[in-house]
T-cell receptor, first 113, second 117 residues
Framework: GENVEQHPSTLSVQEGDSAVIKCTYSDSASNYFPWYKQELGKRPQLIIDIRSNVGEKKDQRIAVTLNKTAKHFSLHITETQPEDSAVYFCAASGSGNTGKLIFGQGTTLQVKP | DTGVSQNPRHKITKRGQNVTFRCDPISEHNRLYWYRQTLGQGPEFLTY????????KSRLLSDRFSAERPKGSFSTLEIQRTEQGDSAMYLCASSLDGRGAYPYGYTFGSGTRLTVV
């Protein structure tokens, strides 16, 4: 069945360091890979996404890379700040272009000042 | 239109009671999704509407769960005969139709937190 694995489950970094979160997906038909940030008690918010026809996408301090062959994608946050502390979820689209997303289990990122 | 709106924000109910949640999507979005999120987990897909048509339901969705989207606008999710295992955050999201082969990203609502006691 459709599955997305996300690692690590928790990540602690010093302010200014980089953070990397990795995901793997099972459905080779997946073609859209968004990342969401969820602060405590708030809604998940889309921070960056990538389509399967692109290998890398960058938006200021955030970048996402995609390896379709290996079915891996990763989120990279550079120059981390305390306000980056949150839970991050990766997701992969299900088949059929319905927009259905399969989410990973989440990574709790703590950025220490 | 400031985003996806969900009501109520919190609901406490006794086991065996029925509950209904409402979602108002972004007005121009024709796709609407319901997800369930338990503590420490990612959102789990429940069901999806394209306009008023319910096009997909998760196998996890028992027959106690039903969702509607009359006229392709707001949606309701009803849980009958609630069980303690139904306690979770119920998230609604909306999006535009995908362009070509690719879907668009979602906007999530703030969710309805259900506690079954």
């Amino acid at each position: 069945g459709e599955n997305v694995e996300q690692h690590p489950s928790t990540l602690s970094v010093q302010e200014g360091d980089s953070a990397v979160i990795k995901c793997t997906y099972s459905d080779s038909a997946s073609n859209y890979f968004p990342w969401y940030k969820q602060e405590l008690g708030k809604r998940p918010q889309l921070i960056i996404d990538i389509r399967s026809n692109v290998g890398e996408k960058k938006d200021q301090r955030i970048a996402v890379t995609l390896n379709k062959t290996a079915k891996h994608f990763s989120l990279h946050i550079t120059e981390t700040q305390p306000e980056d502390s949150a839970v991050y979820f990766c997701a992969a689209s299900g088949s059929g272009n319905t927009g259905k997303l399969i989410f990973g289990q989440g990574t709790t990122l703590q950025v220490k000042p | 239109d400031t985003g996806v709106s969900q009501n109520p924000r919190h609901k406490i109910t006794k086991r065996g009671q029925n509950v209904t949640f409402r979602c108002d999507p972004i007005s121009e979005h024709n796709r609407l999704y319901w997800y369930r999120q338990t503590l420490g987990q990612g959102p789990e897909f429940l069901t999806y509407f394209q306009n008023e048509a319910q096009l997909e339901k998760s196998r996890l969705l028992s027959d106690r769960f039903s969702a509607e989207r009359p006229k392709g606008s707001f949606s309701t999710l009803e849980i009958q005969r609630t069980e303690q295992g139904d306690s979770a955050m119920y998230l609604c999201a909306s999006s535009l139709d995908g362009r070509g082969a690719y879907p668009y990203g979602y906007t999530f609502g703030s969710g309805t937190r259900l506690t079954v006691v």
